[in-house]
């Protein structure tokens, strides 16, 4: 019965669906609309959470100003999932094998959630331009 009260408890603290990144975005002037994959989200500044699953589109408009497209792009970093998975392997006392082994199955599971990803750039910060040219 505590086990189950345990699993209960915990369950909704675990990490369900895929890996979410925040990106705080800021623009000059202030007040602009930011819009994620065509979903207007915030006004900056803001911070936007992206799904770290795929590539996403960054717009910003603002009355008067030009509008902005950005990219934001994951880029594969396996060091984090190499390094669970040795830890892992390790703290399970298994062979050499089985570190190895823990160590493609957790470079795996990252990948496949997203958590084996980082989006860039982490960080937007842009300044408009006026309609017609600069100010």
């Not at 408890?9 to 705080?24: D, E, F, M």
């Not at 717009?59 to 060091?79: A, M, S």
């Not at 998975?85 to 089985?98: N, R, S």
């Not at 795996?108 to 959630?113: I, K, P």
């Amino acid at each position: 019965m505590a086990l189950c009260i345990g699993i209960l408890i915990i369950l909704p603290l675990t990490g369900c669906g895929p890996a979410k990144q925040r990106i705080p975005v800021s623009t000059n002037p202030l007040g602009a609309a930011v819009y994620a994959d065509g979903k207007k989200v915030c006004t900056s500044p803001c911070t936007v959470a992206f799904d770290r699953q795929g590539n996403h589109l960054v717009t910003i408009v603002k009355e008067g100003y030009e509008q902005v497209d950005l990219k934001v792009t994951r880029q594969f970093q396996p060091d984090r999932a190499i390094r669970d998975g040795l830890i892992t392997g390790v703290l399970k006392g298994g062979d050499p094998k089985e570190v190895g082994s823990e160590v493609a199955r957790e470079v795996d599971e990252q990948e496949r959630s997203g958590e084996a990803y980082k989006l860039e750039p982490d960080v937007i910060t842009v300044t408009l331009t006026p309609l017609g040219g600069r100010e």
